[in-house]
């Protein structure tokens, strides 16, 4: 996907591609795909996401499924830019945990004629635009937003519903702490979890008072 870019070859500028979408719906898969394409093109390629991310493997870009390729953790984007040399693609996953410079970083590189390949979710667990993605999304050539499958309708799912109460922006996790849902489901899910957080406060004010 996307290796004949254009029919002017003469113009020597990269490009961005974003590939978004919620918890456990193939984003990684789609960024691996992606990427190994372009190994087995015999493209020079480096991948990278960010240090933060050890659910899986602290080198390894794993997706659920299983499937991995090799990467670079990096503490933040700037890394990026320094150790993306003489490439033809870069790869970069998990990109909302990164700091906004990230897509400094991504336009530099496309402007150098890097392909650019970029995984992140674009909504964080509270259904709001998630970190630098938005602006990736907007600056990117290409926009590929993947769906999970919702857990409790079956229909598609483009929300990342938290099970665990904890308000921590930041919360690596896996389907434990996590579930992609509909919009239906997550509004029913967020009037629930209100209820029961309601309940709680209730609760533990009664017992003060006993």
């Not at 995984?119 to 907007?138: E, H, I, W």
């Not at 029913?188 to 533990?204: C, H, P, V, Y």
Request: charged share 30%; with cysteine.
């Amino acid at each position: 996907m996307f290796l004949e870019n254009t029919v002017n070859h003469t113009e020597q500028f990269g490009w961005i591609e974003v590939i978004c979408g919620s918890m456990f719906s193939g984003k990684t898969e789609e960024l691996i795909r992606r990427l190994k394409r372009a190994q087995f093109a015999k493209q020079k390629v480096e991948i990278f996401k960010p240090s933060v991310d050890v659910r899986y493997d602290e080198d390894m870009v794993v997706s659920h499924d299983s499937n991995e390729i090799r990467s670079t953790p990096v503490p933040s984007s700037a890394n990026i830019r320094i150790l993306a040399d003489d490439v033809d693609v870069v790869g970069i996953d998990e990109a909302q945990f990164f700091d906004d410079e990230i897509v400094a970083v991504c336009n530099d590189l496309a402007n150098r004629g890097v392909r650019v390949i970029v995984a992140g979710l674009d909504m964080d667990f509270k259904g709001n635009p998630f970190g630098p993605m938005p602006a990736l999304m907007a600056t990117a050539e290409y926009v590929t937003k993947v769906h999970a499958v919702c857990t409790r309708t079956g229909n598609l799912a483009h929300f990342s519903h938290r099970k665990t109460a904890n308000d921590d922006l930041v919360l690596l996790g896996e389907t434990l702490e996590y579930e992609p849902l509909s919009r239906a489901a997550y509004y029913r899910a967020i009037q629930e979890d209100k209820k029961k957080k309601k309940q709680s406060i209730e609760g533990l004010k009664n017992g003060k008072n006993i």
